[in-house]
């Protein structure tokens, strides 16, 4: 409060700190009769400049363009200037920050404590011209949690690697654990596409098991997500009568709720399959029997249990489904029962992929 005063009193003009008695009458005027004695004027002498303040800390910023030092600096020193210094005149603790991926990631060296703290902050919420101060109050958490702790163990008795006096970040180590940080929270991102390919296994009941393969892609948000899977399937059915050849090609779209969002992942969804199919029958016997084809589309609703779990950036995934195809191709075999790709099925898939 008291620098506030000087600062306004030097801002005063001098002639608002003149006293009466220090009016000179005009020439040709005499002095006013309740004076006892003229007072000589003396030459205003120049106001010395106040020395600036030392700042409170030593900030670097990187890639930070909507962010302004001056202001952070400023914003940071009233905030420290009502809790005083556990050591006073030590220097002042150097504070690193660097813009990345929409993230702020702030580390500050105390030299007082002789600890590094780290921590990243999302500035995305708040209004451009505030983010200033959202990391100006940061950075003085971080110190004031430094500072706590010489309050309750003033003297460790493990005392730190480093004895001498802090440094930047950036300039001792080049980025280096800042970016790695940077990298580690990259790691862990709300929204990943995957790319996987997959085996993949399907049965109609009371007909033969078909196999085959496909790709899946996918997105995940915080809980909710999707899938996109395009996958062909082949089969064979033995009769009396002869052979018949199940080719099929699907694709299915399914909207994911996202039961478990950490590692592993477990997805629950709904969606929609549909393709076309391909059934063609080989008499055994083409004296006795006539051989045929039919070929058409087949869909329906289905429904989709997944589990994952990523490897660094490849990731595995188990998949079950199942549906109804009210929309199916099916073929009769004389003497035998029918063939078909329709009504309920259950399929099970196995992928491999990449997240992206």
């Given amino acids: 409060m008291i620098r506030r005063v000087v600062v306004l009193l030097a801002l005063l ?38 020395t600036p303040a030392a700042s409170a800390i030593r900030l670097r910023l990187d890639d930070c363009p909507d962010l302004d030092a001056a202001t952070i600096e400023a914003l940071v020193g009233l905030e420290l200037s009502e809790t005083p210094a556990p050591a006073p005149g030590a220097p002042a603790p150097a504070v690193s920050a660097i813009c990345a991926d929409g993230l702020v990631v702030i580390e500050v060296d105390d030299p007082i404590t002789h600890k590094s703290l780290s921590r990243a902050i999302d500035p995305s919420a708040s209004p451009a011209a505030a983010r200033s101060r959202l990391l100006a109050l940061a950075i003085v958490e971080l110190i004031h949690a430094s500072w706590t702790e010489l309050t309750f163990n003033p003297e460790p008795q493990v005392p730190a690697a480093s004895t001498g006096t802090a440094t930047p970040v950036i300039a001792r180590s080049g980025r280096s654990s800042l970016a790695a940080m940077v990298r580690a929270l990259r790691v862990r991102p709300v929204r990943r596409f995957r790319l996987l390919g997959m085996g993949a296994s399907e049965v109609f009941p009371g007909d033969v098991t078909r196999f085959g393969g496909g790709l899946r892609i ?8 999707w899938s996109l899977d395009v996958v062909m399937h082949h089969g064979d059915r033995d009769e009396s009568a002869g052979n018949v050849t199940i080719d099929s090609v699907s694709a299915d779209v399914a909207a994911f709720y996202r039961v478990l969002p950490e590692t592993p992942t477990l997805r629950v969804g709904l969606g929609l399959r549909g393709g076309v199919a391909q059934l063609v029958g080989t008499p055994a016997m083409p004296f006795d029997f006539r051989g045929g084809q039919v070929t058409g589309p087949f869909a329906g609703p289905l429904g989709v249990l ?18 109804w195809l009210p929309v199916s191709v099916r073929a009769q075999v004389d003497g035998g029962s029918d063939t078909r790709v329709g009504g309920g099925w259950l399929g099970l898939r196995l992928g491999v992929g990449v997240l992206l």
């Fill in 13 to 50: 003009p001098a002639t608002a700190l003149a006293t009466p008695s220090s009016v000179v009458p005009a020439p040709g005027t005499s002095s006013p009769t309740s004076a006892t004695s003229a007072i000589p004027a003396t030459p205003a002498t120049p106001a010395t400049p106040a």
């Fill in 218 to 225: 996918g997105w995940d948000g915080r809980r909710l997500g």
């Fill in 306 to 323: 997944s589990l994952s779990a990523p490897v660094g950036r490849v990731i595995i995934e188990a998949t079950m489904s199942g549906g």
